[in-house]
């Protein structure tokens, strides 16, 4: 497409960007700015790939103190030393009472690791190396090991920021990282000796009330990548529209989330976050800054959409739908098998058999409520016995969620369901739904941000329209037989977001995209939480045999649902045959734009396009990403 920049580009000698958003994008680097500094130069064909290792800080290759330092320069000084906060509590150059006391008390609130450079929500994928020590313990069980930590980071607060990052560690072979929020579940966000880049402060937003873009007219926002999902919500509210958001307060709205494809609590009638996007800008592997949209720069604004994040460019703004506000409906109830201890009118007791009864038949109305528009959301959570409760007790706890309804409809839509549940014994009455008149309101309840750190892990599962289309059916007993041994034999709580992400929910531009087509066929978003903490002080033995077990119950979802995958966002970082699972049939594909647009692997990421030739090494139990990336294949 012969573009307008492109004729505006003959007259000036500076690169023209083709468009951006915000102004912290229209500061970039230039050639002029790279001279003959080869450390910061843009990437340039052929690539050499001999060495098998990325550079890591005490090896050969490492650059010396004074490179750092005049990249240092180049950033205005925007380079931060990869020392997480814990190490105020440690002896050494860093120890800090102060600072160490600070860290002890908000170790625990989730804007401690958001607002962090270095820290990560999932604490295992490190190892854990600098633990915080509770007062009580001195001296701590482990010490603090810097060097599993990225060795620096960028704190970005412009493009060019970001494109030097990219330049210095491509040129380096330095393993580049990306930190948003830091919520991932699967340690793409970190790794030990990387240069991180910080992208955490590119927040900005705009209402647009009418653009085109390729066939798409009608109005959308300019939204900066790091927008958390609280943000999102007072933005559109401010703006009086509807905007997709995350499920979760802290959770970022175009980082990982939307790269992965991105469900929330409307998707079965909007979609999911990468099927709002319209366009995207993105520094890619080579260093450059580019415009992507379903005609420029097509292949990346297919891959990124869905193909996974960190993978293809680091994102810096995006154009997203916007819709007129709606109204949302939720209604919440419960039943249970133990004692009730709350004071609700919409939880019940039930026996054993009532109870798993009940699950099926809460799971029979899976198709109608997604085909209605409607979210499920619901818990399977089991107590082993105790003292003061001697059977194992199990407690369903649902809130199925639907916008643009009005209260009357909502218990329309809930009574078939408290119908059935009442035929096999449990009298719940239909509740009085909670309503919100726009999902801006909806998305401010009380209470704040939330999601501290842990080191638990996860399985996951996405299970077909086709195993829930006739609860009589053997595929539809066999997946309530799976989801009742997971909870009754192996212990732990059943979590399922039912939402349907259809080719047809997701429109325009959004069916065209690497979303992956498991995630499109899917009805239900299975997970298993095992909150065994995967903490140093296990040995690997006990790491492995944790996740062997967990594993174990997940492989029964697996069986139950042959040809489907999982959700990459929340799924175990052993996943067998990622390739397929994650992705389905458009691997071949992303592996194509993978190898075309990053040939030098700059980025890489956890089950990643591509990563299946990179292992971390070094790493003990099950793999992190506390060591040195190398090549499997050399
Ligand atoms: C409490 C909690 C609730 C959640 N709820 C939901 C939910 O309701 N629905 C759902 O779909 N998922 C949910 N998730 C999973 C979530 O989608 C992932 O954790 C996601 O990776 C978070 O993205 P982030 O950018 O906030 O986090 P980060 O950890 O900072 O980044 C995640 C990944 O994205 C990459 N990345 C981040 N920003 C950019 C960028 N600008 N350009 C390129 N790459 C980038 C990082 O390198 C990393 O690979 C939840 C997670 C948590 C912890
Ligand atoms: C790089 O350029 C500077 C002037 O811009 C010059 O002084 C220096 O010698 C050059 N270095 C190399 C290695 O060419
Ligand atoms: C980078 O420069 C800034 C400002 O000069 C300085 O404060 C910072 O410590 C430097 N970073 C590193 C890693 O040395
Ligand atoms: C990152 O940069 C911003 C703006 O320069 C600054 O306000 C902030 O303190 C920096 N963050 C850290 C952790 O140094
Ligand atoms: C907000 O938008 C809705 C339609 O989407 C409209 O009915 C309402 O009047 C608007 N409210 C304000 C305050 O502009
Ligand atoms: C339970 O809550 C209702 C409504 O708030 C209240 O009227 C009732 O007294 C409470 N019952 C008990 C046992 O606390
Ligand atoms: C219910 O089932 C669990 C395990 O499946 C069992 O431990 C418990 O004793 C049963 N409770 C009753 C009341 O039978």
């Not at 991180?196 to 939204?223: C, D, M, N, T």
Request: hydrophobic share 35%.
């Amino acid at each position: 497409m012969v573009s307008s920049s492109a004729v505006i580009a003959l007259f000036f000698v500076a690169p023209v960007a083709f468009a951006f958003n915000f102004p912290f994008e229209s500061n970039q680097l230039k050639d002029s700015d790279v001279g003959n500094n080869s450390d910061i130069a843009f990437g340039k064909l052929p690539v050499d790939n001999s060495p098998r290792c990325k550079s890591y800080p005490g090896y050969e290759g490492w650059p010396s103190y004074d490179r750092w330092s005049v990249f240092n320069v180049s950033l205005n000084g925007a380079l931060l030393k990869g020392i997480p906060p814990a190490a105020a509590c440690y002896e050494g150059e860093y120890k800090d009472a102060a600072k160490c006391a600070i860290v002890r008390r908000r170790q625990g609130d989730a804007l401690f690791a958001k607002e962090d450079p270095l820290i990560p929500f999932g604490q295992w994928q490190l190892d854990n190396p600098c633990p915080v020590p509770s007062l009580n313990v001195t001296p701590p069980l482990v010490e603090c090991k810097l060097i599993s930590f990225p060795a620096y980071v960028v704190n970005a607060s412009t493009v060019k920021d970001i494109q030097l990052a990219v330049n210095f560690a491509r040129n380096n072979r330095i393993r580049l990282t990306i930190k948003n929020t830091g919520h991932d579940w699967i340690g793409r966000n970190t790794g030990g000796g990387a240069l991180q880049v910080w992208v955490h402060r590119l927040k900005a937003f705009e209402y647009l009330p009418s653009v085109q873009i390729a066939q798409y007219k009608g109005q959308a926002a300019r939204v900066g990548a790091a927008l958390e999902q609280h943000e999102l919500y007072s933005n559109m509210g401010k703006a009086n529209v509807t905007l997709m958001a995350t499920g979760s307060a802290t959770v970022g709205a175009y980082g990982g989330f939307m790269q992965g494809g991105g469900f929330s609590y409307v998707t079965s009638k909007y979609g999911l976050m990468a099927d709002q996007v319209l366009a995207l800008e993105v520094v890619t592997a080579d260093g450059r800054f580019v415009h992507t949209d379903p005609e420029d720069n097509a292949d990346l604004f297919w891959a990124i959409r869905g193909g996974g994040p960190g993978n293809f460019g680091i994102v810096t703004s995006a154009i997203v739908k916007a819709y007129p506000t709606t109204t949302v409906a939720r209604t919440d109830f419960n039943f249970q098998t133990g004692p009730i201890s709350t004071n609700s009118t919409t939880t019940v007791r039930v026996s054993n058999e009532t109870f798993w009864k009940g699950v099926s038949v809460y799971f029979s109305h899976n198709l109608r409520i997604n085909d209605a528009k409607g979210v499920m959301w619901n818990f399977i959570d089991t107590q082993a016995p105790s003292r003061v409760n001697p059977e194992r007790t199990f407690l369903l706890r649902n809130q199925i969620t639907k916008p643009g309804v009005t209260v009357e409809e909502m218990k329309d839509l809930i009574a078939p369901l408290i119908k059935d549940l009442n035929d096999v014994g449990i009298p719940l009455p239909n509740p009085e739904p909670r309503f919100w008149k726009t999902y801006a309101d909806y998305g401010s309840p009380p209470g704040g941000p939330s999601g501290a750190t842990s080191s638990g892990r996860f399985g996951s599962r996405l299970i077909p329209r086709s195993n829930l289309e006739n609860p009589k059916s053997e595929t539809f007993l066999a997946t309530i037989a799976s989801i009742r041994s997971f909870v009754e034999e192996g212990g732990y709580s059943h979590h399922s977001v039912d939402y349907s992400p259809s080719y047809e929910t997701a429109g325009y531009p959004g069916s065209n995209s690497a979303v992956s087509p498991h995630l499109r066929n899917a009805v239900m978003h299975m997970t298993g939480y095992d909150t065994t903490q995967y903490t140093p002080d296990l040995t690997d033995e006990e790491w492995k045999a944790s996740h062997a077990r967990l594993d174990s119950y997940v492989q029964k979802w697996r069986d139950v649902s042959p040809g489907s995958g999982a959700y990459m966002n929340e799924v175990d970082t052993e996943e067998p045959n990622f390739q397929d699972s994650l992705y389905g049939r458009n691997y071949d594909r992303l592996l194509r734009i993978k190898q075309q647009r990053d040939p030098w692997s700059a980025f890489y990421a956890v089950m990643g396009v591509g990563s299946e030739k990179w292992k971390v090494e070094g790493t003990r139990g099950l793999p992190t990403q506390q060591g040195r990336l190398c090549r499997v294949d050399a």
